[in-house]
């Protein structure tokens, strides 16, 4: 039975409340953002490390703006409506992101990465043109507007390319951050030249209670149905996936399609923990 309907005042307050904690972790996550930014106003480097599936990629992706920025640069094809759009984006974030190959060969790992400093820098002069704040020819290096390289899977580098990132942070004032599992940051501890160069670590952290109740009154909204915590099916509906998931967001996003597959087959209007064990048998979980 459910209990009765939240006050308006109570409703507000609550959804205030999840808008916080959506802040904090969807749009880009506040904390890697801060970290992020100090990283790049210090110009040194730093260290994000946490376990798998967390949304270490996702906020450092987000925080580039790299689904659609990156997706312009690797296609660099004929000007469009769209180029401005795109190199306001750039002089935003005035961010790269990468993610090296496995077993990737030094001189093509620092080629690619220029590559797109070239590209970014490009599209953040045009801006700098367009808005009038740089005039006449094209002159020095474009890659002076790039303030920051996010390296995802930092594990993959060799020691060698971890020296020739040293290198470039030397010589260019390139802010780095190097986001990994954890450990990273004691594997690093066997570089001094780097080690001593690393100004921040952060270490990303699984879903807490309200960041996963925010998350979980979308996914039930995508479905249809309207999550109540109070409600007594909902909150065993929740636990079960607090249980199952662990926070671990990348879990959570690949639970929910099995969950509308569970309710769709048996025909079922409401989320149960039934359900969601039913959901969870038919994925891969991990101890």
Known sequence: MRRPELTPARSRSRRAHHADATRRRLIGGSRFR????????????????GDAGIGKTLSARRYAHWDTL??????WGPRTEDDAKHHATANRTR??????????????????IEHLRIRVGICVDEHQRSIGKATGARTGDVTRWVEL??????????????????DHHDRHQLAIVLIGMPGIDQRFRHYPQLYSRLGFSHRYRALGREELLFVLDR?????????DPDDFTDAQAIAAIERITRGNFRLLERLFPQIARVLKINQLETITDDVIESAASILVIGN
């Open 70 to 75: 990156g997706a312009y640069i690797d296609e």
């Open 34 to 49: 801060e970290f992020a930014n100090a990283v790049r106003k210090e110009h040194t480097i730093g260290i994000c490390h």
């Open 149 to 166: 390289l996010i390296i995802d899977e930092a594990e993959r580098l060799t020691p060698t390319a971890l020296e020739l990132l040293r």
């Open 219 to 227: 996914h039930w909204k995508r479905l249809g149905r309207t999550l």
């Open 95 to 112: 961010t790269v992101f990468y993610t090296p190959e496995v077993l990737p060969r030094h001189k093509q790992l620092m080629a690619e």
